[in-house]
């Protein structure tokens, strides 16, 4: 038996050998038909070796083949310095410079190549680089499953392209589908920011990475945290689900879906939107909205609400549309639209568009402003609202002013006149200034609260000072015209000026008392007559 493997061997070294010396007879046509019996998608055709052995010695079932080792799978190409050939099982190992070609568009490298013909996968190991158009692939262990056509490594590795730079610890690349999946450490480097993830989907084609994991994206401008999304690394475009946030300078973003610009600094939120300035202490809210990081412009919609945090007590403000931008001083402006309403433990009030300057804490209300505090009612053409580091300043009410201070359940201690200031101390109303056509209707007490009459009055100015929210002191000047009269002949139509309105059933009671719709019927609205009474 072994006598007769000998003599095939030297039959076969020689038929080699008379072959390579026949001019006219092509060396590749004549090994691919010793190796192979009919074409076949899984089989693989020695097609080149310069020299060709046996190991006698281990009676093994393989050949040895040496010198520009070329190996073909169908349209799939190898080359290696030598290879151990299993002809039966369709397999081989190859060593040196191995090389993988397929068409003009994929390469792949190694030092060594271990292929399986039974699974129709290679092992590629040390040295790894896979090359497919502007894609390359670095690593020291790559298994390429020629079935599906894919390759995966398990050890690290590391793919770049024209845009960017993956790394991680497991991938896995097609090179038809050009898609990359990339699990655990991974990297993405991209001149202008580094997202880092547990998993990444990356097309080397569209140059678009599926976000499938948590996520970190770092840049010069901002850092996003995402478990679920895409970005666009060649255009700089994303969307980001999941309540994805956005973090630039001191805003925080975020919501149930954000698309986000980067050129442009845009991110636009889709649901459940809130804008945390931690700078400024403002926060805005609504199930649209949209920020720019560049400008600062913020603009919210649809359950819209800001909350101011700066002082003690949070300011909860609700309008139809909420507009924020930085004027030139740094100061920040926030514009309320339709239907206004807010709230403070010690102020609450309602209008139709409002603008709040952080600068000096301010509230500018506009169109049938009202403003309550504690059992005062106050409404005028335009209120301002001045806070302290804690609560309510000064209130001013330029044009028109309307006050009034609910007694029982028939009496209503009222003022008004051209222009009101109202000073607090400690969340509390202690002062209040008025001036021009000043109109006064007040219900004077016994210290056992008893009412001695109504005190109605005219002049030009009016000081009042009050304690434990109760008037204390009245002072009206230069001329004053007035009456008092006992309770038990009052009449009905004493008891109000002309401008009186009584708008307590539109208060906010609490801060989700603000996204209470209120339509004020036509009768409600301030009349606003002219005075007939002093002079400025």
């Known amino acids: 038996m072994g006598r007769t493997r000998i003599l095939l061997a030297i039959l076969s070294l020689f038929s080699f050998c008379v072959w390579a010396h026949m001019p006219d007879t092509p060396k590749v046509k004549h090994l691919a038909r010793t190796a192979g019996d009919g074409d076949s998608e899984k089989k693989v055709y020695l097609e080149y070796a310069e020299t060709l052995d046996f190991d006698e010695k281990q009676s093994a079932d393989y050949q040895i083949l040496r010198g520009n080792v070329r190996f073909r799978k169908e349209g799939m190409y190898m080359f290696c310095d030598s ?31 271990f292929y399986d013909g039974m699974t129709q ?38 793919l770049i ?44 084609l569209t140059k678009v990475a599926d ?31 999941d309540r994805s946030i956005i973090v630039s300078k001191s805003q925080h973003l975020t919501g149930d879906t954000i698309f986000y610009d980067r050129e442009k600094g845009f991110g636009e939120v889709f649901g459940n ?7 400024r202490m403002v926060i805005m809210e609504g199930q649209y ?47 309320a639209y339709y239907g206004t309403r807010f709230f403070r433990n010690d102020i609450q009030g309602v209008c139709d568009s409002m603008n709040y300057f952080t600068r000096d804490s301010a509230l500018y209300m506009y169109k049938d402003p009202i403003v309550w505090s504690d059992s005062y009612q106050i409404f005028g053409d335009t209120i301002k609202v001045f806070m302290n580091d804690s609560t309510v300043d000064w209130v001013h009410i330029p044009q028109f002013a309307f006050a009034a201070q609910q007694k029982d359940s028939l009496f209503f201690d009222q003022l008004s006149g051209k222009d009101l200031k109202a000073y607090f101390m400690d969340g509390e109303l202690y002062k209040v200034d008025v001036s021009g ?27 009042m000072y009050l304690k434990d929210q109760q008037m204390d002191k009245l002072i009206m000047w230069p001329e004053v015209q007035g009456s008092l009269t006992p309770v038990p002949l009052i009449r009905r139509g004493q008891l109000f000026l002309p401008d009186y309105q009584w708008f307590e059933a539109y208060r906010p009671k609490d801060p989700d008392d603000i996204f209470r719709t ?15 009474f002093g002079t400025q």
Do not use: C
């Open 211 to 241: 976000i499938l994991g948590p996520s970190v994206i770092v840049s010069d401008s901002n850092v996003i945290y995402s478990r679920r999304g895409w970005y666009d690394t060649q255009n700089n475009l994303s969307t980001l689900y």
């Open 83 to 113: 290879a151990y050939f299993y002809e039966q099982s369709n397999s081989l190992d190859a060593f040196g410079n191995v090389r993988m070609e397929q068409g003009d568009t994929l390469f792949v490298y190694s030092d060594v190549m």
């Open 161 to 204: 392209d024209s845009e960017n730079e993956l790394t991680s610890i497991y991938g896995q690349y097609s090179p038809d589908t050009k898609r990359a999946v990339f699990n655990y450490d991974v990297q993405l480097v991209n001149p202008d920011y580094t997202l880092y993830s547990d998993t990444l989907e990356y097309s080397t």
């Open 289 to 335: 909205g949209f920020y720019n990081e560049k400008t600062e412009f913020a603009f919210a919609t649809d359950r819209a609400r800001a909350l101011e945090y700066s002082r003690g007590d949070t300011l909860y403000l609700h309008a139809d549309t909420l507009k924020g931008f930085t004027l030139p001083d740094s100061t920040r402006q926030l514009q």
């Open 518 to 532: 209120v339509e004020k019927p036509e009768s409600d609205e301030p009349k606003k007559k002219k005075r007939r």
């Open 121 to 158: 996968i290679a092992r590629l190991r040390y040295n790894v680089k896979m090359e497919n158009q502007d894609m390359v692939l670095f690593t020291d262990s790559l298994n390429y499953d020629l079935v599906p056509n894919i390759g995966y490594f398990f050890e690290g590795g590391k």
């Open 273 to 279: 939107m809130f804008l945390d300035d931690t700078l």
């Open 437 to 463: 056509n000043v109109q006064t209707i007040f219900y004077p007490q016994e210290r056992d609260s008893t009412f001695t009459g109504l005190n109605q009055a005219e002049s030009s100015f009016l000081t």
